[in-house]
DNA sequence: TTTTCGATTGCAACCGATTGCAAATCTTTT
DNA sequence: AAAAGATTTGCAATCGGTTGCAATCGAAAA
């Protein structure tokens, strides 16, 4: 079917080394030859196997790119960011949509056979430990918006969830609300958790606020919705950090259905600076999460890696802030 | 680095060809030496290199991906029903994100140079002759989203355009509105034309009822409110049929920064039904494209190509139906 | 027990490239 | 013009598998 470098050797007059050679970056071939060559390769229009030649080299050039986050919309965000990082570098993004009935330990071993080059994590909803799958079969990994304390053998890259919840807690405080509360995101996510964790660390200094928390059952706008659809059953508190941009939305919508204004009569902070965040009909006043800069810095790191794969393991975190606008009240 | 055949077959006490059938579906291999060949793959952890054998099978289990949509929330929802579909079936998606700095070509070559199987373009906003660059480089493609009368030689699956432009004219006729209006998606886009044909064909019976149109940018929110605002700076129609919901989103949220009301003040009709038009703060009355269907028969079209190269073209179109939501006015 | 025949097995060539090494060629230098 | 040194070149082995073919095996048939 294709044309093969033999056949291309043949044409030119030459060895079939002089026709490798002539498309490997920086190998010696004298400037005829190459001429020689690239003039059979352009009449039979040739282009090398790039999987043939990955069983000398080692090199695939491929890097797996998982997720289980395929309804935040966020996340397509991430996918356009990752997948052009990577074509940028020459590097080819080989996705596996992680759902509940996959078995990852599968998408381990499918990775495998496909001797990808390394693996990024795209995903705080996933076990620590999944990320560590791949260190321990030997294959590079990155764990983006992963959390360090608990993967301290894997590269980690996203921010300071912690610190985050920290910061949604003084925001809403400086507004002078008397109770908060905290939606959050799956329990067994660790960006939810650590929001949590600091969120309330934070207000367990001020013994005269009032906290709630719960959490979501996704990270998604139904799940966000139907959380403060409950909320408001009872008597909601007067300000909501909701742990992601979509959660908040979600939110939003329960909160019209109930005929109340957010930032008049109940207050919400999300975490993530979306697109649909700024768009005028949802005005969410959020922590802006540098998507750009993590993902970036994130397939950097996979580049370092491949040249140096025992590379002692670090983390990149990246600071936050917050974006003001309409869906808290003003200072006072 | 990691287990090959070979060291398998030395510990299994068994030749090379023994380890690889037993591998192989339906191969000949006895009880006993698969017994013993599954022990030692078991003992080493050994998996069979896909790339490696790629290179006698002349199969990958590749399939390139191809879209240049990524910023069009349904997106998100058409990357999660690909992959899943293509991972159920053992199937391996080769993302390309083709973005307009990225010449064509240059994805055209490098998919061949990883062999791929067959390629999926996911995109109404490419002109034919990119899919036909597949077809013509020997690689089976289908077209999703395409349309079939101006790509005769490649394999087409979507939905008809035309009859959704008459399908929405329709919907406006009916709900007695006086003037309307086209608001569609880039002009290069077949679909945008498609559907603008459709919509005046149906409308240039009705002599009485004014028509106007124009395009958008993208198919993006921004692009649908930007070209929303501009109409509502002379005189607006009494209704528009948006080319996408993201355009309709758009467009509603120009309606609210004018105080003005969808389905009361002007009414709004979209295309596509995704998740977001279900949320009770859009309640987007559209045009309901059956995208699971879609996509599951593109992904099982790509597979009977893989058994059957040569296959006649086909066009696979899937009828569309009105969602009855809240953003036109009532039938009189 | 020998013959026959189908099922299993291993050999060796091949898939499309890369690369160490030694031979061949081209430049310089003397 | 010959020797020394620097480039180029091709041979052949290799990467991790698959597969046609002939040899071997085992069990049923004679």
Redo the contacts with the bound molecule.
């Keep these: 079917?294709?044309?093969?470098?033999?056949e291309?050797a043949a044409l030119a007059?030459?060895?079939?080394?002089?026709?490798?050679?002539t498309?490997?970056e920086g190998?010696?071939?004298?400037?005829?030859?190459?001429r020689k060559v690239e003039k059979a390769a352009l009449e039979l229009g040739?282009?090398?196997?790039a999987l043939?030649?990955s069983?000398?080299?080692?090199r695939t050039k491929l890097i797996g790119l998982i997720s289980n986050n395929f309804h935040n919309p966020i996340f397509l965000e991430v996918f356009d960011q990752f997948t052009r990082a990577l074509q940028e570098r020459g590097l080819r993004p080989l996705i596996v949509n992680l759902t509940d009935e996959t078995e990852p330990s599968n998408s381990v071993r499918m990775l495998r056979q496909y001797s990808v080059d390394a693996v990024i994590v795209a995903s705080s909803t996933l076990p620590p430990s999944f990320a560590k799958a791949f260190h321990d079969a030997g294959v590079p990994v990155v764990h983006t918006f992963g959390r360090s304390a608990t993967s301290p053998e894997v590269h980690v890259v996203g921010i300071d969830n912690v610190e985050c919840g920290r910061m949604a807690a003084r925001e809403l405080l400086s507004r002078g609300y008397r109770s908060v509360g905290y939606l959050g995101g799956p329990q067994n996510a660790t960006s939810a958790q650590d929001r949590y964790r600091g969120f309330t660390e934070e207000l367990g200094q001020h013994t005269d606020i009032a906290v709630a928390h719960c959490f979501s059952e996704a990270y998604s706008f139904e799940a966000g919705r139907a959380k403060m659809l409950d909320l408001l059953k009872g008597s909601p508190a007067e300000a909501y950090f909701c742990g992601d941009d979509i959660l908040s939305i979600g939110a939003l919508s329960a909160l019209s259905d109930h005929g109340l204004t957010p930032g008049k009569d109940i207050g919400i902070i999300g975490l993530n600076d979306m697109e649909m965040s700024r768009w005028e009909s949802v005005d969410l006043t959020t922590i802006h999460q540098p998507i750009k800069q993590i993902i970036t810095s994130s397939v950097d790191l996979v580049e370092e890696m491949l040249k140096e794969p025992q590379r002692y393991p670090e983390a990149r975190i990246f600071p936050c802030r917050v974006i003001e606008r309409g869906t808290l009240r003003p200072r006072p």
Aim: no cysteine.
């Design positions: 079917m294709s044309v093969t470098l033999k291309v007059g030459v060895s079939r080394s002089a026709v490798s050679r498309f490997t190998a010696s071939v004298s400037a005829k030859t190459r040739y282009s090398p196997n043939a030649s069983l000398t080299t080692g």
